[in-house]
């Protein structure tokens, strides 16, 4: 992998690292393709505001419960004496205030602010979760099958193709009420952690199919490399050749695959979620507030406006790190 | 290294009609097709010939990365020729390869410590006083700075890659290098030092060397034997010097002649060749080179000539009517 001058925005102390000789450094040492890669994400504005905004929305997330103490707010407080007779919220913009950010809820009168922060950490979870299930499934399948070929590349090729084939929204529609009354009876109350577990694996069953595909497709070019041929000549196994040849020149392709499911999976929970398959009223969610929102559209537009703003934000957020990082991993990507 | 009592009795090499058929549609392509040569130790056999003739199919062959259709390869005693690879791993070290793209053949992940370090690490190999110390001194070997061990194969030029590939070739202190094109990707004027580099560790180490390569020059400042090769067979095989001065199959003959400002190799400008190979797929009956060879009568057409050696020297020829003399009489031109 060559990088020429004007591949990205190098900075100029490596710039020379192309062919024409090794650059300097204090210690000698050279740079990774990784560390290249990362020095190249830092020289990147977009990557940088991006970033940031993911950091937060990070910590925000995970720090929710100490938001709520110094908020002095949970996602379940109502505040019934702040709403008007039609159960709208008293005061300017879905009733804005000092004391409720982002106002509250009409009808129950919960604080919006708090229950957008533990929409985050939901969805957020949600989706790291079902990318990171995602990423391992098609990863081992992925290098397996373009790795082995034969019956196996036949056998899991077929797999993808099958998987593809099914219909996502009626999987999604039929499967979490069935798994349900499965597992629970009809009147028993079901826990949140099994309508978010169940979400993460119907995300994880559909969503590996592209990994697979573009990582079976990088072990297969990978594999008629000459380093590979040569590790073969020296005599090295199946765990050297995937685990020392192979995956570290598959770190780039999984690592951008990741990027680009997690906003999938965020829209695709609020999307769920908002046409009542997904999570249960009890635990906070984006795609449950939009729902929600939608009846008091034109009496309390804020309602709709605050968790449509955020959900919009991160998934851009998400959507523009994950174009850099796959332009700083591969400059020849880029525009 | 286990020095068997095989070893001592036989050549390092021998190869014994070897045949590599790849099945495509439309009928096997036959890359390879039955090939006879020997490589004693510490011998260097140049095996040259136009693009597609099998040269790199061969040194894919010889260092077991694809398994042989016929035939047989014996090395050191061993037979290679169907061994899997735990057969395979003892010999592994004694036996290997550098790769002709010094862009490819370099892991871009791995600092080219650790590439070099490759075949001990995966053979369980502790060199003595360390791996550590066996890098730094391969890579001093070769002519490169040992403090740059810890940098990445991008921040190197094609020819310090070539170098950090022949480096790895040579961690497992190999009796056998085959080279695949080593100098075909360089420049011209890195290709002379990688080339001198080669020759002086074949002299300082005594390693046997099957160096596959187009360039006729590069072949000739290299090896000490030279087989010629058309179509998956070996026509001529030889000496250096009988190859270069005295050749007499029309087949090497036409390549001498065919290399620029060396009109000192052979009668230059006598004979040219004209068109391409014929395809591996179906290749002529008779004498494979029939097609494209001015002396060809109708007996090429109907019997594959045999390598045959002459005058009782070391070189052999596989044409029915060798040797630089004009034919007897008029030739028939074969029939297409």
């Keep these: ?335 | 290294m286990t020095d068997g009592p095989a070893d001592e009795a036989g050549p390092l090499l021998r190869v014994r009609g070897l045949t590599k058929h790849f099945p495509v549609r439309g009928g096997p392509v036959r890359a390879v097709d039955g090939l006879d040569f020997e490589v004693r130790a510490g011998e260097t056999l140049g095996l040259v010939g136009e693009s597609g003739c099998g040269k790199s199919t061969t040194g894919r062959l010889l260092v077991r990365l694809l398994e042989p259709t016929g035939g047989s390869i014996e090395f050191a005693g061993h037979d290679l020729t169907h061994a899997g690879r735990r057969h395979l791993r003892p010999l592994r070290g004694q036996l290997q390869i550098i790769f002709q793209d010094p862009y490819a053949s370099l892991n871009p992940r791995h600092p080219v410590g650790r590439i070099i370090a490759m075949p001990l690490r995966v053979n369980r190999i502790d060199p003595p006083g360390g791996t550590r110390a066996r890098v730094r001194e391969l890579m001093e070997r070769v002519g490169l700075n040992p403090e740059h061990h810890n940098r990445y194969p991008h921040e190197f030029s094609g020819g310090q890659r070539q170098r950090v590939g022949i480096a790895r070739a040579l961690a497992t202190e190999p009796r056998l290098v085959v080279a695949d094109e080593p100098v075909s990707a360089l420049d011209v004027s890195i290709q002379a030092q990688v080339v001198n580099l080669l020759r002086r560790l074949h002299r300082d180490l005594g390693l046997a060397l099957v160096l596959i390569s187009h360039d006729l020059a590069v072949v000739r400042h290299l090896c000490q034997r030279v087989a010629v090769m058309y179509l998956g067979r070996i026509v001529e095989i030889g000496d250096r010097d009988d190859i270069y001065h005295r050749p007499q199959h029309p087949y090497t003959r036409a390549l001498l002649a065919a290399v620029p400002h060396v009109g000192q190799f052979g009668p230059a400008g006598r004979l040219r060749l004209t068109g391409e190979a014929p395809t591996p797929l179906d290749p002529p009956s008779g004498c494979r080179f029939r097609t494209r060879c001015p002396r060809a009568r109708e007996r090429c057409a109907v019997e594959e000539p045999a390598l045959v050696r002459r005058d009782g020297g070391g070189q052999a020829t596989a044409c029915h009517f060798p040797g630089p003399d004009p034919l007897p009489a008029e030739p028939v031109r074969a029939m297409a």
């Design chain 1, 1 to 335: 992998m060559s990088l020429s001058p004007a591949a990205g925005p190098v900075p100029a102390a490596i710039g020379s690292g192309g062919t024409a000789g090794p650059p300097r450094d204090r210690r000698g040492a050279g740079h990774s393709p990784g560390r290249l890669a990362w020095l190249r994400l830092r020289a990147d504005r977009t990557a940088l505001a991006s970033g940031a905004a993911l950091v937060l929305f990070l910590l925000v997330a995970l720090a929710a419960p100490l938001i709520e103490l110094t908020y002095g707010i949970g996602p379940r407080d109502q505040f019934q004496d702040r709403l008007d007779g039609f159960g709208l919220p008293l005061g300017r913009a879905g009733g804005v205030s000092g004391e409720h950010f982002f106002g509250l809820e009409p009808r129950l009168g919960r604080d919006i602010f708090i229950r957008l922060v533990y929409g985050l950490r939901t969805s957020l979870f949600v989706a790291l979760a079902a990318a990171v299930l995602t990423s391992v499934i098609g990863v081992v399948l992925g290098t397996l099958a373009g790795y082995l070929g034969g019956w196996l590349d036949a056998v899991v090729t077929w797999i993808t193709d099958l998987t593809l084939a099914l219909p996502f929204l009626v999987v999604a529609l039929v499967l979490p009420p069935m798994l349900t009354l499965r597992f629970y009876g009809q009147r028993d109350t079901v826990p949140a952690a099994f309508g978010v577990g169940v979400l993460i694996v119907i995300f994880a069953v559909f969503g590996w199919t592209g990994t697979a595909r573009l990582i079976r497709g990088q072990v297969i070019a990978l594999r008629e490399r000459e380093f590979v041929a040569a590790a073969r000549a020296s005599g090295a196994g199946p765990w050297h050749m995937l685990f020392r040849e192979l995956l570290p020149n598959l770190r780039a392709p999984i690592l951008v695959s990741f990027s680009l499911t997690v906003p999938q999976f965020v829209t695709g929970e609020a999307a769920l979620s908002f046409i009542g398959v997904g999570l249960t009223e009890e635990t906070p969610s984006f795609g449950r507030m939009i729902y929600q929102s939608l009846e008091y559209l034109q009496t309390d537009p804020a309602f709709v406006l605050f968790p449509g703003v955020v959900i919009f934000a991160l998934v851009l957020a998400v959507n523009l790190f994950g174009d850099a990082l796959r332009d700083a991993l591969d400059p020849k990507s880029a525009g």
